[in-house]
């Protein structure tokens, strides 16, 4: 013998639409809050910089591709600019500039999911 239950939800399909719109709504604003945090810390990881010619500031870049913020610099020797050798001291612009926004990055994409849930619930 077994025992069946059915539970109606009123208001489910109004439900599932709001809850469709909170995921394109969501990722629309947390992309922009990635967006927008990352060209903060690009801005600082250029102050930070060291500067000769201005090549290796020149190519400080900040991408969010799938809601994943990217921020680099693309010349050769970045890297030994960043981490030193035992020749270049350590200049750490680009993880000092990660590290002095990554709290407003993170109040800003929570900014954006409560954002993004109150306009879905309209």
């Given at each position: 013998?077994?025992?069946?239950?059915?539970?109606h939800i009123?208001?489910?399909?109004?439900l599932?639409e709001?809850?469709?719109r909170?995921g394109d709504?969501?990722?629309?604003?947390?992309?922009d809050?990635?967006?927008?945090g990352?060209?903060a810390m690009?801005?600082?990881?250029q102050?930070?910089?060291?500067?000769r010619?201005?090549?290796?500031?020149?190519t400080?870049?900040?991408?969010v591709?799938?809601?994943?913020?990217?921020i680099?610099?693309?010349?050769?020797?970045a890297?030994y600019?960043?981490?030193?050798t035992?020749?270049?001291?350590t200049?750490?612009?680009?993880?000092?500039?990660?590290?002095?926004?990554?709290q407003?990055?993170?109040n800003?994409?929570?900014?954006a999911?409560?954002?993004a849930?109150t306009e879905?619930?309209?």
């Amino acid at each position: 013998m077994s025992v069946n239950m059915e539970i109606h939800i009123n208001g489910l399909p109004e439900l599932r639409e709001k809850l469709a719109r909170l995921g394109d709504v969501m990722k629309r604003r947390v992309h922009d809050a990635l967006v927008l945090g990352g060209e903060a810390m690009k801005t600082l990881a250029q102050s930070l910089a060291p500067v000769r010619t201005g090549y290796l500031r020149s190519t400080i870049f900040s991408r969010v591709e799938d809601l994943a913020l990217r921020i680099g610099a693309s010349a050769p020797y970045a890297f030994y600019q960043e981490f030193g050798t035992r020749y270049i001291r350590t200049r750490c612009f680009l993880s000092q500039a990660v590290e002095l926004h990554m709290q407003s990055l993170i109040n800003g994409i929570n900014h954006a999911i409560d954002e993004a849930k109150t306009e879905a619930s309209t």
